[in-house]
């Protein structure tokens, strides 16, 4: 009886302020996970982002994603081909924007894409397949949401946000893009139907 009774006062006193968004840990419902998810979603299909994670052997270029110039793949692990290693165009920085237009970008942890057995794809996969697919420790390298949350700070990730001169960003700003995901794990990574 207390304990409705006190649930009652705490239930009232919310009433009060504006109350849209969940305040700190509290479990935002399964409906606004999934939109947060959308949010998500559009960043990781984004062309700075899934030119990465092709379904295929090369990388993508550009934002119509067509086939890296010069037979560039893969390779044994995402690195490049033997004599043809991503690092060696790619270097640990972008160029200055007086290098003009179509430089090969760069990045501190070296250049390099998912290893051929773990492609982790995003071109092409339908929302509520991608989104299962990002959570499965099976299929994403290992990581738990905790590992992923991190993950998403990795100079890789956050170069969508700085890819160089000439080259679009990612559009959803990043701090939103870092919202939206936190709102989706907290609800607990719920996927679209
Ligand atoms: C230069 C290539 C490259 C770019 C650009 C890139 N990634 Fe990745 N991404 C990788 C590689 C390689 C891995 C595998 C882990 C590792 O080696 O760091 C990975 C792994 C991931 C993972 C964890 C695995 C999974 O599928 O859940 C996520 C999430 C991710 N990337 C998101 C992004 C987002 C978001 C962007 C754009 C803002 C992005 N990546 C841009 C190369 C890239
Ligand atoms: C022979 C040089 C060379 C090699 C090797 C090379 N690249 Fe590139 N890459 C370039 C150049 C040049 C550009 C810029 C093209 C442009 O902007 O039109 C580029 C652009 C890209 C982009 C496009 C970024 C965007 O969003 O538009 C990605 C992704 C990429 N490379 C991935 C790789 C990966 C992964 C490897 C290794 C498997 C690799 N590249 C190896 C020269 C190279």
Not at 145 to 154: F, K, N, Q, V
Request: charged share 15%; aromatic share 6%.
């Amino acid at each position: 009886m207390m304990r409705i009774f006190v649930t009652l006062v705490l239930v009232l006193a919310g009433c009060g302020g504006k109350q849209t968004v969940p305040s700190a840990g509290e479990k935002p419902d399964e409906a606004t996970g999934v939109v947060a998810f959308g949010t998500v979603r559009a960043v990781l299909q984004h062309p700075r982002c899934q030119n990465c994670h092709p379904a295929g052997d090369a990388p993508l270029q550009g934002n119509e994603g067509r086939v890296h110039a010069m037979n560039v793949q893969r390779g044994p692990t995402g690195h490049g081909m033997v004599g043809a290693e991503c690092t060696t165009c790619h270097g640990p920085a972008n160029p200055p924007s007086n290098y003009g237009l179509h430089v090969p970008p760069g990045n501190i942890k070296g250049w390099h894409m998912p290893k051929p057995e773990e492609k982790l794809v995003f071109v092409g996969v339908a929302p509520r397949a991608l989104c299962e697919q990002i959570k499965d420790p099976a299929r994403n390298g290992g990581m738990d949401m905790a590992a992923l949350r991190t993950h998403l700070e990795d100079p890789l990730v956050k170069w969508g946000w700085n890819p160089g001169y000439g080259r679009e960003p990612v559009s959803t700003p990043y701090p939103e893009f870092i919202a939206a995901w936190e709102t989706w794990a907290a609800a607990g990574a719920p996927c679209p139907n």
